[in-house]
């Protein structure tokens, strides 16, 4: 079973601070990807990474695929408010290629003004 | 135009009821899922359909069913409900069957067992 940890699992910071979540598995993916969800609402889709070394840029937002494609780090430069919610990894793995997403736990971000 | 759309949103039932929950997506997917988020806002997957076909059971009661009369719908009926029953439940759609696709959320319907 393919497993993805999320750390830390619950983080609170000043408006205007950086901060990084890491999400690791002991297995390869062949691609992975970050959700946000906010309270009462489903999870929305931020980006997807699928190469080694991979980093993408969202705004403030910077997502990074390890090389190896079994980690993956979220990057937030000068955190708001608007940033709280639950972030969430979602890797697929690489066979068979019909299996589902596999989530991490979260990481439930709270950004105070 | 809501893309994933789920009713009810809330739902208060006693132990041993039975009650349905109805997803429909206005995407064209042709696969669509029910996940079950509980206290700690764990995500897991429960079942994926494709073009109406039952693809991925996980380990779940036989007490839940579901059914998709169409592509772009897919309830959820739960027999004798229980306490840990209680959950989010979100219905979700993509456009192919391999993990890499982007999933489109419903906005969940948080079910309370009483």
């Known amino acids: 079973t393919q497993l993805l940890e999320q750390s830390p699992q619950f983080l609170s910071i000043q408006e205007g601070e950086n901060l990084t979540v890491y999400c690791n598995s002991s297995?390869?993916?062949?691609?992975l990807q970050w959700y946000r969800q906010e309270p009462g609402e489903g999870p929305v889709l931020l980006v997807t990474?699928?190469?080694?070394?991979e980093v993408k840029k969202l705004k403030r937002l910077t997502f990074q695929f390890g090389d190896a494609r079994k980690d993956s780090s979220l990057h937030i430069t000068a955190a708001q408010p608007g940033d709280t919610g639950l972030y969430l990894c979602?890797?697929?793995?690489?066979?068979?290629?019909?299996?589902?997403?596999?989530f991490g736990k979260g990481t439930r971000l709270s950004v105070i003004a | 135009d809501t893309a994933v759309s789920q009713t009810p949103k809330y739902l208060v039932t006693q132990m041993g009821n039975d009650k349905s929950i109805k997803c429909e997506q206005n995407?064209?997917?042709?696969?669509m899922y029910w996940y079950k988020q509980d206290s700690k806002k764990f995500l897991k997957i429960m079942f994926s359909?494709?073009?109406?076909?039952?693809?991925i059971n996980e380990t779940v009661p036989n007490r839940f069913s579901p059914k998709s009369p169409d592509k772009a719908h897919l309830n959820l009926h739960i027999n004798s409900l229980e306490l840990g029953d209680s959950a989010v439940y979100f219905c979700?759609?993509?456009?192919?069957?391999?993990?890499?696709?982007?999933?489109?959320f419903g906005p969940g319907t948080r079910l309370t067992v009483t």
């Open positions: 979700a759609s993509s456009q192919g069957l391999e993990g890499g696709y982007e999933q489109y």
């Open positions: 297995s390869v993916f062949s691609s």
């Open positions: 990474v699928v190469t080694g070394g």
């Open positions: 979602a890797g697929a793995g690489l066979r068979p290629r019909n299996t589902p997403l596999v």
């Open positions: 995407l064209g997917h042709d696969t």
């Open positions: 359909y494709n073009n109406k076909e039952l693809i």
